[in-house]
């Protein structure tokens, strides 16, 4: 399967990105790894008329210390943030969310960015980015700005981004001490999360990022509220689903996700003491 | 678009068009057929190839991404009638029954080594859940690559 034609242009600069962006507007689609943009567009899903290869930007690859927080460049691949001792020691729920994403291969072209702003809600990164309350940056014409994960995914596959704007970076509080657990349930081996649970308790505060369990990753702030107040696993795990409108597919109907978001956020509960 | 790459250490330069696919510039316009196509939907891993040095699916990569990068594929793994050790243990341990998943399989299985010298049988499993074989049940591929690692299978 062959893509639609389209112009290429390969960026050597983040302003090379956004002159070329602001040129072609919504013609125009950015090309990081390619692992989620190539496939839609083999399957001629999307057909965009030009691609802007952000991939050799290696300006935008990085995994830094910086205060309070790990900030990492949004062309940073899977892998590298896979491995990275600063990740996981820092951050131990990403490293592991990520090492959950596709295979090895995958690992190796996929970015962070791209992941993000895929805004795919059976993905696996969301769960934890949410859980963590990170915070995105982007940049587009008139500068940059700091975007909440809560305020970012919109919609199916629909994120806070202007047409004009680039994620240059992830940034990810720093909880050496957080407990966390991260649980994906699917059938095959390579395959998406049915329903993906992403639990961290960090200084007595627990964050709970749920996926595939609405058009949009989202928070279950129910059971973060339960478990603040003090309720055991399995109390706060009762209300996994609450205000969640689950999809409904060939693996899986509405009821069934609903199971499984109480029996994974039992279980990662569990993982983390509560 | 001219696109040049290294590929087993030759130059290679053709002229394609930006959505040429990498396994289509090695397959049809370099002319190395050893890496296969199987899914064309970046499941199956028959086109796995290494880019760089890491294992890749090069269906899901366009060969502009790969411009002036360097490519090792099943051709160069073998010095002459030599084969890589990893090809000789699959070789060994029967890792292989129509050969069509062989190709990537192997790359996949260097690639996986490079970044864990001695894997568990976990772990060998789970480094190559981006390739499926439809014959082999997979039993002598995982013991063919513990089998390379050195481990006694
Ligand atoms: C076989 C396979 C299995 C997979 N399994 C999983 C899985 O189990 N879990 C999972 O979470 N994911 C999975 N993925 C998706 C994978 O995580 C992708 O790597 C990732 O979603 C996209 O990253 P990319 O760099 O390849 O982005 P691309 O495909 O290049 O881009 C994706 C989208 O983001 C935009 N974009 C990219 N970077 C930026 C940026 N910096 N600023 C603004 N826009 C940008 C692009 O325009 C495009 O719309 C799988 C993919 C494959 C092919
Ligand atoms: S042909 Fe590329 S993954 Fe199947
Ligand atoms: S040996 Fe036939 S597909 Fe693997």
Redesign the interface.
């Given at each position: 399967m062959i893509p639609t034609a389209f112009d290429y242009i390969r960026a050597r600069s983040i302003e090379e990105a956004l002159a070329a962006l602001a040129t072609h507007g919504d013609e125009a689609k950015l090309l990081a790894g390619g692992h989620s943009l190539l496939p839609l567009m083999k399957l001629r899903l999307a057909t965009p008329a030009v691609l802007v290869d952000i991939g050799r930007l290696d300006d935008l690859r990085y995994i830094n210390d910086v205060g309070d927080y790990v900030a990492i460049g949004a062309l940073t691949r899977h892998r590298s943030v896979e491995t990275s001792d600063l990740v996981r020691s820092q951050a131990g729920l990403l490293a592991e969310a990520t090492s959950y994403v596709g295979d090895p291969q995958v690992r190796h072209m996929g970015t962070i960015g791209g992941s993000v702003v895929h805004g795919d809600p059976a993905s696996d990164l969301p769960s934890a980015l949410l859980a963590m309350r990170a915070t995105l940056v982007v940049q587009g014409p008139s500068g940059q700005r700091e975007i909440a994960v809560d305020d970012f995914f919109t919609g199916f596959l629909d994120v806070s981004l202007g047409v004009d704007e680039l994620l240059i970076e992830i940034r990810v509080p720093k909880m050496p001490d957080a407990r966390w657990s991260f649980q994906k349930f699917n059938r095959r081996a390579q395959d998406w999360a049915i329903v993906g649970v992403s639990v961290v308790v960090n200084n007595g505060s627990s964050g709970i990022g749920l996926v595939n369990m609405d058009s949009v990753p989202l928070r279950a702030v129910a059971v973060e509220a339960a478990v603040n107040g003090g309720a055991s696993a399995s109390e706060a795990a009762q209300v996994a689903a609450e205000g969640a409108n689950p999809p409904s597919d060939l693996n899986a109907g509405p009821e069934y996700r609903e199971h499984l978001a109480r029996v994974l956020t039992r279980r990662a509960l569990a993982v983390v003491g509560c | 678009?001219e696109v040049a790459v290294t590929i087993n250490g030759e130059s290679y330069s053709r002229e394609v068009?930006?959505?040429?696919?990498l396994v289509h510039y090695i397959r049809d316009f370099v002319g190395l057929t050893g890496t296969n196509v199987g899914c064309?939907?970046?499941?199956c891993?028959a086109c796995?190839i290494h880019?760089n040095g890491?294992?890749?699916?090069s269906c899901?990569?366009?060969a502009?991404?790969a411009d002036g990068q360097s490519l090792t594929t099943i051709e160069g793994l073998a010095d002459g009638e030599v084969l890589h050790p990893m090809q000789e243990s699959f070789r060994q341990c029967h890792a292989l029954q129509c050969g069509y998943c062989t190709p990537g399989m192997v790359m996949?299985a260097i690639?996986?080594l490079d970044?864990n010298i001695a894997p568990t049988e976990q772990e060998v499993r789970l480094?190559l859940?981006?390739?499926l074989c439809r014959c082999t049940g997979y039993h002598n591929i995982v013991k063919a690559v513990l089998h390379c690692a050195g481990a006694s299978v």
């Open positions: - | 678009m068009e930006p959505r040429t696919l064309d939907t970046s499941s891993g796995t880019l890491e294992s890749v699916k899901t990569i366009l502009v991404q996949a690639s996986l970044e480094g859940k981006g390739n």
